[in-house]
């Protein structure tokens, strides 16, 4: 990780938890988030544990983020999550393009892109996410993937629009499987990704924004993560669900 870059560790919940777990959770990490050191937290709730959250952070050193938004203002979106509703509840940072959006409701490249720009416009910071599938990387086809991802969700973005987004580099292969990319293998993609984000904003801007690693993270292969020059962080999925886990990660990266 860069010192020119603050680093930062979203937690993932997922669809897990209910009320009094989600601010049990907070809670905890609320009252520790000085074990973080300088690294920015950020909770990433289901939607419906938002408002609760949010209000358990209070005036927490914790930011607020939401799992995924429709590219839309308002209107007639049953089940959907607007971009200012979230703004209205507190959240800083949204998730998007997530590999399980991806996978799972065949979300492109060009719905996170448009997802992403709406983000942008109502004051969020979008968390776009990339990565390839074991069948990919089998194939050799890791930096094509990871090319046509970063290009396409983030096209049509001005440089100062770049300069705003995190980017979560997450192999599919290791989401939730236990297995982790050694942290050269991911390094290898974090630097691709920021030779990317140069060619399509600038070397300067490339150099500001911050990339996360995400992927089975945990407390005890943290620390060799953070150690590499372009992994600025962590999205913590499993992890991010048990206190002492999530801050050991944000501790090694702080």
């Known amino acids: ?5 603050r680093t930062i560790v979203a937690g993932n919940w997922k669809m897990n938890l209910d009320r009094a777990k989600a601010r049990e959770l907070t809670a905890a990490v609320a009252a520790r988030a000085a074990e973080a ?9 289901p939607a419906p544990y938002l408002d609760c959250v949010g209000a358990t952070l209070a005036a927490a050193a914790v930011a607020l ?3 995924n938004m ?3 203002p308002s209107g007639a979106f049953t089940g959907e999550v607007a971009p200012p509703m979230l703004v209205d509840l507190g959240c800083r940072y949204v998730i998007l393009g997530h590999s399980e959006r991806r996978t799972l ?3 492109t490249d060009a719905v996170v892109n448009a997802k992403t720009k709406a983000a942008l416009a109502a004051g969020l910071t979008p968390i776009v996410c990339v990565g390839e599938t074991l069948e990919e990387r089998e194939a050799g086809r890791t930096a094509d993937v990871v090319t046509t991802q970063i290009r396409g969700s983030l096209a049509g973005l001005p440089a100062t629009d770049v300069e705003q987004v995190v980017v979560a580099y997450e192999p599919v292969w290791a989401i939730g499987t236990g297995k982790v990319a050694t942290p050269q293998q991911a390094q290898e993609v974090h630097a691709l990704i920021r030779g990317l984000l140069a060619g399509i904003a600038s070397p300067a801007v490339a150099d500001k924004v911050r990339i996360q690693y995400g992927g089975s993270v945990k407390p005890d292969n943290a620390a060799d993560l953070a150690a590499q020059p372009d992994i600025d962080g962590a ?8 206190a002492d886990d999530f801050l050991g990660i944000a501790k090694a990266f702080g």
Do not use: I, N, Y
């Open 235 to 242: 999205l913590v999925g499993g992890a991010s669900l048990k």
């Open 65 to 67: 983020g939401g799992q």
């Open 1 to 5: 990780m860069s010192a020119a870059r």
């Open 105 to 107: 409701f065949g979300e």
């Open 37 to 45: 050191g300088a690294t920015e937290l950020v909770l990433c709730p």
């Open 70 to 72: 429709l590219d839309k």
